[in-house]
């Protein structure tokens, strides 16, 4: 088996370190051109090139807890990326009233007027805090920062519709969040980012 492993090695050498090489090539430029780090990206990429030396000495050394801690901390990289979380917390959390803000939604005094307006609350308070965790680093807060590419949500004319399928799908840079959100999130997200031009 050793063998075998050593064989592979040596044919897939000069691919492992082009393929490299062009991984840290476009982590570095996608670093130099993402104007806010949180917290959670610091600790994320300390961790890959921790985990980088950490695999290629366990490797070479034939040492099974050195690749099994460098497993475990690519395997947290990756939920931190995913959750863009340290703590992983998965979904969006409940929002505190200072995430709520002071989006104001036009009230309508009729009994089905305030049932409405209660639940356009519900999903605004909802969708903030999930805006925030997966929207912000490129939209900014108010939705003008127009990091990476982004387009100033308060300048945009789409409709709820052209929103909901960039939201789902993505677009350039912007990654698609249908398998990371739920519909009712999504449809969420995109009425918020349509009260950002109020």
């Keep these: 088996m050793k063998d075998t492993l050593a064989k592979f090695r040596?044919?897939?050498?000069?691919?492992?370190?082009?393929?490299?090489?062009l991984m840290l090539l476009t982590g570095g430029y996608l670093l130099y051109i993402t104007k806010n780090l949180e917290a959670y990206m610091i600790v994320k990429i300390l961790i890959l090139f921790a985990v980088i030396p950490l695999?290629?000495?366990?490797?070479?050394?034939?040492?099974?807890?050195?690749?099994?801690?460098?497993?475990?901390?690519?395997?947290?990289a990756y939920l931190i990326a995913k959750n863009n979380s340290l703590t992983?917390?998965?979904?969006?959390?409940?929002?505190s009233s200072s995430m709520i803000g002071t989006t104001t939604i036009p009230k309508d005094t009729s009994a089905v007027g305030q049932i409405v307006n209660q639940n356009m609350e519900n999903v605004l308070a909802n969708a903030k805090p999930i805006f925030i965790a997966k929207c912000a680093i490129c939209h900014g807060l108010d939705g003008k920062m127009k990091a990476n590419g982004a387009k100033d949500l308060t300048l945009s004319n789409k409709t709820l519709e052209d929103r909901i399928k960039i939201i789902s799908e993505g677009k350039n840079l912007m990654p698609g969040f249908q398998y990371q959100l739920s519909e009712g999130d999504i449809q969420a997200l995109a009425i918020y980012t349509q009260m950002l031009k109020q």
């Design 88 to 95: 992983l917390n998965i979904g969006a959390s409940k929002p």
């Design 55 to 76: 695999g290629i000495i366990g490797f070479n050394k034939d040492n099974k807890i050195l690749v099994s801690l460098a497993s475990i901390l690519l395997i947290y």
């Design 10 to 21: 040596a044919k897939t050498k000069i691919a492992d370190m082009v393929l490299g090489t």
